[in-house]
């Protein structure tokens, strides 16, 4: 409506400004969430995705930050990005600021370009899985631990039982197929600009200008100077936030608080999430 109503203003009366919305995607990949803490899901980002790319705009630009975390979600979430720009014939900017490294970099994928700050860290294009066993800690303090399956496999990789080579022989030919899948998604979206480097798909991560000479993103450069190049120096960024309504702020979900008990098993479980993230953006020295 706006579009047609400018159409029919005189020419020195028309604003030539454009206008971008943005979507700022920040944080580690997880399914769930808490009041605590609020991780990147499809569940958290796909009515802030549907909102942006209803405004009628030549371009979407996603400032992406984030060390990894679920395979899952962050296909789901390339998935969506993907959907919506094909339904609405839209182009994504994908700007890089800290990091977007193995699930991350997944994400930045969807983008029809990668930007990336020069310091910037991406890459990481591996799987991994990590935990701690505790056989000896439990033989020490005299717990004994019961398990009772009725399946030979249900208690695989078990952290209070010794590791067995069959099992982590199985978990490793689980992530070869992840690994081979995201390596396929990478070469799908980057094809030829991809450099013919040997260490590229082994998990190693790289700065912002060492990832755009291996072809890993399309140019160097911040969000704001690179959109006003690109749509002229009038161009305006429009930050896009999530919806709260007055009642959602005031009375919580159908009018009621949380209580004390699910106050506290909120931050108990938020400070586990908490240590995960902090372990996801350490291994890229953040």
Same mark, same amino acid.
């Given at each position: 409506?706006?579009?047609?109503?400018?159409?029919?203003?005189?020419?020195?009366?028309?604003?030539?400004?454009?206008?971008?919305?943005?979507?700022?995607?920040?944080?580690?990949?997880?399914?769930?969430?808490?009041?605590?803490?609020?991780?990147?899901?499809?569940?958290?980002?796909?009515?802030?995705?549907?909102?942006?790319?209803?405004?009628?705009?030549?371009?979407?630009?996603?400032?992406?930050?984030?060390?990894?975390?679920?395979?899952?979600?962050?296909?789901?979430?390339?998935?969506?990005?993907?959907?919506?720009?094909?339904?609405?014939?839209?182009?994504?900017?994908?700007?890089?600021?800290?990091?977007?490294?193995?699930?991350?970099?997944?994400?930045?994928?969807?983008?029809?370009?990668?930007?990336?700050?020069?310091?910037?860290?991406? !890459?990481?294009?591996?799987?991994?899985? /990590?935990?701690? *066993?505790?056989? =000896?800690?439990?033989?020490?303090?005299?717990?004994? #631990? +019961?398990?009772?399956?009725?399946?030979?496999?249900?208690?695989?990789?078990?952290?209070?039982?010794?590791?067995?080579?069959?099992?982590?022989?199985?978990?490793?030919?689980?992530?070869?197929?992840?690994?081979?899948?995201?390596?396929?998604?990478?070469?799908?979206?980057?094809?030829?600009?991809?450099?013919?480097?040997?260490?590229?798909?082994?998990?190693?991560?790289?700065?912002?200008?060492?990832?755009?000479?291996?072809?890993?993103?399309?140019?160097?450069?911040?969000?704001?100077?690179?959109?006003?190049?690109?749509?002229?120096?009038?161009?305006?960024?429009?930050?896009?936030?999530?919806?709260?309504?007055?009642?959602?702020?005031?009375?919580?979900?159908?009018?009621?608080?949380?209580? !004390?008990?699910?106050?506290?098993?909120? /931050?108990?479980? *938020?400070?586990? =999430?908490?240590?995960?993230?902090?372990?996801?953006? #350490? +291994?890229?020295?953040?």
């Amino acid at each position: 409506m706006k579009e047609s109503l400018a159409r029919l203003l005189p020419k020195p009366l028309r604003s030539d400004a454009v206008t971008i919305p943005v979507v700022r995607l920040q944080g580690a990949i997880m399914s769930g969430g808490s009041p605590v803490r609020q991780h990147l899901s499809l569940a958290s980002v796909a009515g802030l995705l549907e909102k942006a790319f209803a405004v009628p705009a030549p371009a979407l630009a996603i400032s992406l930050n984030s060390p990894g975390g679920s395979p899952v979600q962050s296909r789901l979430i390339y998935r969506r990005i993907r959907d919506l720009a094909e339904e609405k014939k839209r182009t994504v900017l994908v700007f890089v600021e800290d990091v977007a490294a193995s699930g991350g970099y997944m994400i930045a994928l969807a983008g029809d370009e990668i930007i990336a700050d020069p310091s910037s860290i991406v !890459g990481s294009i591996g799987v991994v899985s /990590a935990g701690f *066993g505790f056989p =000896e800690m439990i033989k020490k303090i005299g717990v004994e #631990r +019961r398990v009772y399956t009725s399946g030979r496999n249900k208690v695989i990789l078990d952290p209070f039982q010794p590791e067995k080579p069959e099992d982590i022989e199985r978990l490793k030919a689980l992530q070869e197929e992840v690994h081979q899948g995201f390596i396929a998604l990478v070469k799908e979206r980057r094809g030829a600009k991809l450099a013919d480097d040997d260490e590229l798909f082994t998990g190693l991560f790289w700065t912002g200008e060492r990832g755009h000479a291996l072809g890993l993103v399309d140019a160097l450069g911040d969000m704001r100077s690179y959109l006003k190049n690109r749509f002229g120096p009038k161009t305006r960024l429009k930050l896009i936030s999530q919806s709260r309504g007055v009642f959602g702020r005031k009375l919580g979900f159908f009018g009621l608080r949380p209580s !004390g008990t699910d106050i506290a098993a909120a /931050a108990a479980s *938020g400070l586990l =999430e908490a240590l995960e993230e902090q372990a996801l953006w #350490r +291994r890229y020295g953040l």
